[in-house]
């Protein structure tokens, strides 16, 4: 008789969370040792509630199609997990025989992960716990990247060429693009492809670095007289010299984090008001963090590997590890996995190198030796005329 198995989603879905699910579901049944596959519906919900989804018969072609379907097919949630809310969490282990846990998620998740591993041993639960990365942001700690970055990197990178070539054809107004990131802009740093890819001014923006709103004004000021066009991109967590976000809804999420937002139409409000120059605010928001057209080769591949490693580590007795992704590029793109101990990832943020940032406003080509083989394999190429 096999063990039984629980995969559960954790925070915002990408383009590739559910590849991963595949990679899950698809190295249980390979391996002979899988009795049940469960997943929680809507994550630690479904866990609190005893809510799991049986997945063992579901056909082959429907799991084939996980790898493109966006958002989460089991659906996840933000809901962090208290002291009181564990013993629930272990009574659901025991009440399906629970052999093996797989945790999808980024910082909170591994963190919850982490916990959830810590009182099964102490339960004497024989319980077999791997966190599998995910997160838009990248800001895993330990691991190369995260699963999820190089699809939203490239939706960032390729929206922002567009954008760019837009403001430049009709150069009649400042165009300002408020990407996700709250306080990691890696994904935001992504849209610099537009400086190297088009003929446009752009200025970047991200929460690693407080920003002067006087001088981002000026140096807007002084990149529009150019004549070229201008597109500034902002994370949407980004802060003034204050500590406080330029702009913020109020709201709280389940992991105690503030919702960011509105952040493009504010800097738009002040180029209008301040500098009299015509401006408006673009926001892609969701449609970046799970756009499957967008979805990178080598994102996909990743994402189903480390779903597959999590499932390999766990049957072969290992527990209380996240799979993390060793990254060569040197020449040809390559990537091997390592299993890393979820002590060392919980609630640990990597924010954007510094020195990755130039004048405040700019990528070092150091970033896109880093992300371009996540995001696309080549620069986009496009006629440029004036």
């Known amino acids: 008789m096999g063990v039984n198995i629980l995969v559960a989603h954790g925070g915002g879905p990408t383009a590739v969370i559910n590849t991963s699910l595949q990679g899950v579901i698809e190295a249980a049944r390979e391996s002979g040792k899988v009795d049940k596959i469960y997943a929680a519906r809507f994550g630690a919900e479904g866990i609190l509630k005893g809510d799991l989804l049986d997945l063992t018969d579901v056909p082959a072609s429907t799991v084939a199609k996980l790898a493109h379907t966006p958002a989460s097919a089991i659906g996840s949630c933000r809901r962090k997990l208290t002291d009181a809310d564990y013993p629930t969490v272990i009574e659901t282990l025991r009440k399906f025989n629970i052999g093996c846990f797989f945790y999808n998620g980024g910082n909170d998740s591994m963190d919850t992960c982490n916990k959830v591993s810590k009182l099964a041993q102490k339960e004497g639960l024989d319980v077999k ?22 699809s939203a990197a490239r939706y960032a990178g390729e929206a922002a060429c567009e954008l760019a070539l837009d403001a430049s054809g009709l150069p009649i107004h400042v165009v300002v693009l408020e990407l996700m990131g709250r306080n990691a802009g890696w994904v935001t740093a992504a849209s610099a492809l537009a400086a190297r890819a088009t003929n446009c001014e752009v200025l970047t923006y991200l929460p690693e670095k407080p920003v002067d709103e006087d001088k981002m004004l000026a140096d807007i000021e002084t990149a529009w007289a150019k004549g070229h066009g ?93 799979v993390a992704i060793d990254a060569h590029r040197g020449g040809a793109y390559s990537f091997d996995l390592f299993l890393t101990p979820l002590s060392q990832v919980a609630n640990v943020e990597k924010k954007f190198p510094l020195e990755w940032i130039i004048d405040g406003n700019k990528i070092d080509d150091r970033f896109f030796d880093y992300a371009m083989p996540l995001m696309m394999d080549k620069m986009p190429d496009y006629a440029i005329l004036r």
Do not use: W
């Open 129 to 150: 716990v791997i966190g599998i990365p995910k997160t838009m942001d990248n800001d895993l700690d330990i691991t190369d990247h995260c699963p999820g970055f190089g």
């Open 230 to 322: 201008l597109l500034v991109t902002v994370s949407e967590g980004i802060c003034g010299m204050d500590g406080k976000p330029l702009a913020s809804t109020g709201i709280v999420d389940g992991f105690g984090h503030t919702i960011p937002g509105g952040t493009a139409q504010h800097v738009t409000d002040n180029i209008i008001q301040k500098l009299n120059i015509k401006s408006r605010a673009e926001k892609p928001g969701l449609l970046g963090r799970a756009a499957i057209p967008y979805a990178s080769r080598v994102d996909q591949v990743e994402a189903y590997a480390v779903g597959r490693k999590a499932v390999e580590a766990a049957l072969a007795g290992e527990t209380d590890y996240m």
